[in-house]
């Protein structure tokens, strides 16, 4: 399934003959190798050669060595050197800090530090919530993980979770404006971890939770919702059921079914796969069944996890009490956050006419998607190289944005809602098919719409912990 992709770009510096074929006998060696080429530029040029940087895409480090090989084996070749462009984007890391005031002479300098910051330091001492309008907390976010669940790579801990979260603080500031900052704890103690959340938290104007694994990220997510002043919002589970419910709602447009009639069947019962399933309740859907590895959760299985028997409790009317692949058959509409390979083409055609298939396992899809798509009528996934990629970047920019534009610390169901609305309205009637069931995630106008949704659902919801957005004179 694997095909050649960005992540997995490379520059090859060759030197080459200088002769007129040169170049294309080096494009030709490397789509022969089976590289898709993005760029061919000389570099240098002698009179007895040249060098070229030859820049393509391929399957990873094992295909990139194929390239490699190739390439030096035409006659008068030498390849200098080959780097990999994605460790290139890394090195020293893709964030800095910038000041938002320059500090240009003694005058700045006094009034942004000694002797004038003191005012403000009294300031806030004598009010800590103008913390809020006085210092980055107004625009500022944790992402915290304890890289014990970082997406299709498991519990590899928190250096190497780093990457994944800095990049999750670049998104936010692309998409949304939103100063973000990675806080990756070396610690899997649920309450260590609500500790240091608790204690860092007056620098932060919210906390975006981040691949912590299930069932401890439910408890830290709700214990910190609880305990703190600011806005917690765990992307893993509210942020991939927004967008869930998002591309759900324009897919049943498609297929001209409604959500509260259709046959619901949800693989994988983590984080992700609860927060679904309650948005998906949430917005009305009444037939739901959901799956772990053992099969339907059902009335009478033995859980011993609170959010399994709350899914015995409140799913699964008839009870049913089979395989996946048995559950799916009549079911309207398949979504998965759970494992590769599950389910076969076959599974996929025993479902009901026009049926709709989210496999969004990340690398690689619950059912391949281009053998889902010969039977069903929708289908979804979380890649970026097929129609229809259901990304969390579509909502936790605005969400944020929001939220913070609010200033709010409670985040509702109502909200969630609201989000999921807007992102699907992006897509207009006449631009909605099978193939564009969601927007694009670089339509600039998606956060500002999801953001503006978060602000009218919090005003139509106001509460105790509800704050002015605007600075205090």
Not at 114 to 133: M, N, Q, S
Not at 418 to 447: G, K
Request: charged share 20%.
């Amino acid at each position: 399934m694997a095909n050649p992709g960005p992540g997995n770009s490379v520059t090859l510096r060759v030197e080459a003959p200088a002769t007129f074929t040169a170049t294309s006998e080096l494009a030709s060696a490397a789509a022969t190798a089976g590289a898709v080429i993005t760029a061919l530029d000389v570099v240098e040029s002698h009179a007895a050669g040249m060098v070229v940087d030859l820049t393509c895409n391929t399957t990873g480090a094992e295909h990139a060595e194929q390239v490699r090989s190739a390439i030096d084996g035409l006659d008068g070749v030498l390849v200098r050197n080959m780097s990999d462009r994605t460790f290139l984007m890394h090195l020293g890391g893709k964030l800095e800090v910038v000041p938002r005031e320059p500090i240009r002479n003694r005058d700045d300098l006094s009034r942004a530090y000694t002797p004038g910051v003191a005012r403000v330091c009294l300031a806030i001492a004598e009010d800590k919530h103008k913390a809020r309008a006085l210092t980055v907390k107004r625009n500022t976010i944790a992402v915290v993980t304890d890289g014990s669940a970082v997406l299709g790579l498991g519990n590899i801990g928190p250096e190497a979770a780093l990457p994944v979260m800095e990049g999750k603080a670049a998104l936010f500031k692309q998409f949304a404006g939103v100063d973000a900052w990675p806080v990756c704890l070396d610690t899997q103690d649920t309450e260590e971890i609500i500790r240091i959340v608790k204690a860092i938290a007056p620098v932060y104007g919210g906390v975006n939770l981040e691949d912590i694994a299930a069932p401890r990220c439910f408890e830290i997510e709700q214990r910190l919702r609880d305990e703190l002043d600011i806005p917690v919002f765990h992307d893993d589970q509210h942020g991939t059921a927004i967008v869930t419910l998002a591309a759900l709602t324009n897919a049943l447009r498609v297929v001209g079914k409604s959500i509260g009639d259709v046959r619901i069947v949800v693989s994988g019962v983590g984080a992700a796969g609860n927060a679904i399933i309650q948005l998906l309740q949430a917005q009305g859907a009444k037939h739901i069944v959901a799956c772990d590895r053992h099969g339907a959760i059902h009335s009478g299985g033995d859980y011993t996890d609170a959010h399994r028997i709350a899914l015995a409790q409140s799913t699964n009317e008839e009870d049913f009490t089979g395989t996946l692949a048995e559950a799916i058959a009549g079911a309207d509409v398949f979504i998965g956050v759970s494992a590769p390979n599950l389910l076969t083409g076959d599974d996929i055609a025993r479902m009901a006419d026009d049926a709709i298939v989210f496999a969004m396992a990340n690398p690689v899809p619950e059912v391949d998607p281009i053998e889902a798509s010969r039977t069903a009528a929708v289908v979804a996934t979380g890649r970026s190289d097929f129609p229809n990629q259901i990304n969390n970047v579509l909502a936790f920019p605005g969400v944020f944005r929001g939220l913070l534009d609010a200033g709010t610390a409670d985040i509702t169901p109502a909200m969630l809602v609201a989000a999921a609305q807007a992102i699907a309205d992006r897509v207009d009637p006449d631009e909605l098919n099978a193939s564009f069931i969601i927007p694009s995630v670089f339509d600039p106008l998606v956060s500002v719409e999801v953001a503006e949704a978060i602000v009218q659902a919090a005003r139509a919801e106001p509460t105790e912990q509800t704050q002015a957005a605007e600075p205090a004179e």
